[in-house]
């Protein structure tokens, strides 16, 4: 067992972390306070390849690993803790890989190469008003009319509706084709939505997490070509879940990179700050704080990237069945989030009324992490279900 | 087209470096290494000249393979490693050794390495490599045959050329060193890497210590804001 990065990933992210802190760090109270993530700041992560990482390199990406992805989302969450820097370009990592694996040729050509631009946006549409986890439960209809595909129903929750309609760009789409078959009449289509007649969308005040817009999308007799059909028709529940499995990791990665950020903060701070004349950091509650959030810090880290190497061990090598990654993905989500909130929340606490400030850039952490406790890109409880679900067997599912 | 050699030394990352509280001595020990600032300057002027011109880049880099693999991702075409645990004559001497087995029309190095500041190892090598030598380039273009710079004499600009083959140092402010992308960082594990390891030469200068310097606050309490004035405006004067 060797847990060492290989000497490219080390290098790639020496210089992430050089880009981010030069091109993203600085912008970081900006992109939270107005509640947009500047075009330079995007244009710069495409310059440097940043979006649409995981897309091959005849699209204009990098082709990179899920493990290279990680480390980048880890990097961008370190220098952007409020996390919408970080969703931005993990979304298109993720749905991007899932685009290129099912999508047709015709639509990769349309929709990826723009993506890895950075000229337009792509994610995920799959949550509707009635419910994000009951996937199966899924109202939007998409029928065959002709040559063309006609999508019914609505979106709601869903990342990135006001960059997709300013820049352009999709959503990675779960409709409903065979109502029938429950889960098993799901479908995937990719659904632009700039100047799309029948579209409309409305966008939400967040609690945080707001550099990267949530909102609805409603969707009235939309005609969309029949070559953005993702993959097979009535295989879209699979399709998705994989998808989620690819994106998760990377949702943790942000995770536990807003946190370890944070951490490292915390522990410059009380080495320098005084109490009752000794540094904050002499005092055993303190010191044992700081081991307790180390230590779990490290530990959902370690669940990230296994469940990230055995994406990569899956799509390379086609070891792990798809329970066991599953139950990995579905450990690091579960995990990662709730350590982050609770290491933030720490660290906002070492440091007193100034840890309450905006200025103190803490609290932008734990609202944007807390959007993923919430239930973004699969709720928690959801998480157990999967992982009780490969541990019991399938008979005890309850869905 | 220009063939270039830049020199490159990879040291400790100076902002990681803690100093050990009694003896005051630098704690090296877990600290990451990096390319020094000035000489990653000099690795980008390069690759910009080669951008313009054509021709090759080669790094020649005092350290590891690490350093190499960076310089390679940056855009180097080729890079040479050797171990440099010297002073800058010393490193002169090497450099000097590898250099004139090979080609080149210009030869690039930092003004000075940014953990020993000697400012020395560039007009060194240039000495020894008997070809002329201009300093502080934070300006430079090749033209007919020429190197013209502009050099940063803290109190002016003078602007200056020599022919080729010569050696420019640089300052920081010539230019901003690019990040390597991941692609590029990929690509350059198909570059050419040598590693030699040249004789020790004999060492001028032996660094007997190194402690850092205690920094003390004057902890001077004032009464009001006329009391902090006067004060400002005597130590001004």
């Not at chain 2, 171990?83 to 080149?104: F, N, R």
Request: hydrophobic fraction near 40%; charge should be neutral.
């Amino acid at each position: 067992m060797d847990f060492s990065f290989t000497e490219e990933q080390e290098l790639f992210r020496k210089a992430v972390r050089e880009f981010c802190e030069k091109k993203i760090a600085p912008f970081a109270n900006e992109i939270d306070e107005k509640g947009e993530i500047p075009q330079k700041v995007l244009e710069d992560m495409a310059s440097f390849g940043l979006l649409g990482i995981t897309i091959p390199r005849e699209y204009g990406g990098s082709g990179a690993d899920f493990i290279t992805a990680a480390i980048a989302t880890e990097e961008i969450a370190r220098a952007d803790i409020s996390m919408a820097t970080a969703v931005y370009y993990l979304v298109e990592a993720g749905w991007g890989f899932l685009i290129n694996r099912y999508g047709s040729k015709k639509a990769k050509e349309e929709i990826l190469p723009d993506v890895t631009r950075g000229k337009t946006f792509l994610g995920i549409a799959s949550t509707e008003a009635a419910g994000g986890s009951d996937v199966a439960a899924i109202s939007t209809m998409m029928t065959k009319e002709g040559e063309k595909l006609v999508v019914n129903g609505s979106k709601t929750f869903i990342s990135g509706v006001r960059e997709a309609t300013k820049y352009g760009g999709g959503y990675v789409t779960v409709v409903k084709t065979s109502p029938e078959l429950a889960r098993k009449g799901l479908s995937l289509c990719y659904l632009p939505v700039k100047d799309i007649p029948g579209i409309t969308t409305n966008v939400f005040k967040q609690m945080g997490r707001d550099g990267i817009s949530t909102g609805a999308i409603i969707i009235k007799n939309v005609e969309i070509p029949s070559h953005y059909l993702i993959g097979d028709w009535n295989r879209g529940f699979y399709y998705a879940m994989e998808g989620f499995n690819c994106a998760r990791p990377l949702v943790a990665a942000a995770c536990i990179g807003a946190a370890e950020k944070a951490l490292e903060s915390g522990i410059e701070y009380i080495k320098e700050r005084l109490v009752f004349g000794s540094p904050l950091a002499k005092f055993e509650g303190m010191q044992f704080q700081v081991a307790e959030n180390y230590t779990k810090l490290e530990s959902a880290r370690l669940l990230v990237y296994k469940a990230a190497w055995m994406l990569d061990q899956m799509y390379a090598n086609n070891r792990f069945s798809h329970k066991e990654i599953n139950k990995a993905v579905a450990s690091a989500k579960l995990i990662a989030p709730t350590v982050a909130f609770d290491i933030i929340k720490d660290v906002l606490i070492w440091h007193g009324a100034y840890g309450y400030t905006k200025e103190a850039g803490l609290e932008k952490g734990l609202r944007g992490v807390a959007s993923y406790i919430m239930g973004a890109e699969g709720a928690q409880n959801i998480m157990k279900l999967i992982i009780g679900r490969e541990l019991l067997g399938k008979e005890f599912d309850p869905c | 087209m220009v063939d270039i050699i830049v020199c490159i030394k990879q040291i400790f990352d100076l902002g990681q470096i803690k100093v050990d509280a009694t003896s005051k001595r630098p704690i090296t020990e877990g600290v990451a290494r990096k390319i020094s600032d000035f000489d990653k300057n000099a690795l980008e002027e390069t690759l910009r000249i080669k951008e313009k011109h054509g021709g090759t880049v080669l790094a020649l880099i005092g350290g590891t393979k690490e350093a190499a693999k960076e310089a390679l991702a940056m855009g180097a075409d080729e890079a040479v490693i050797y171990s440099a645990d010297t002073d800058s004559l010393g490193t002169a001497t090497i450099l000097a050794e590898i250099i004139q087995k090979m080609k080149y029309d210009l030869i690039l190095c930092g003004e000075a390495s940014v953990d020993e500041f000697s400012f020395q190892t560039g007009p060194r090598l240039a000495q020894a490599l008997g070809i002329p030598v201009l300093t502080y380039a934070r300006k430079m273009e090749i033209k007919d045959n020429e190197v013209i710079v502009e050099r940063n004499l803290e109190t002016r600009y003078e602007v200056a050329k020599a022919r080729l083959p010569a050696l420019v140092t640089v300052t920081k402010e010539i230019n901003e060193p690019r990040i390597p992308t991941l692609l590029q960082i990929l690509g350059a594990s198909k570059k050419k890497l040598t590693e030699i390891s040249p004789a020790k030469p004999e060492s001028g200068v032996e660094t007997l210590s190194i402690t850092a310097i205690e920094m003390k606050r004057k902890e001077v309490i004032l009464k009001d804001i006329k009391e902090l004035a006067r004060v400002v405006i005597s130590e001004k004067s």
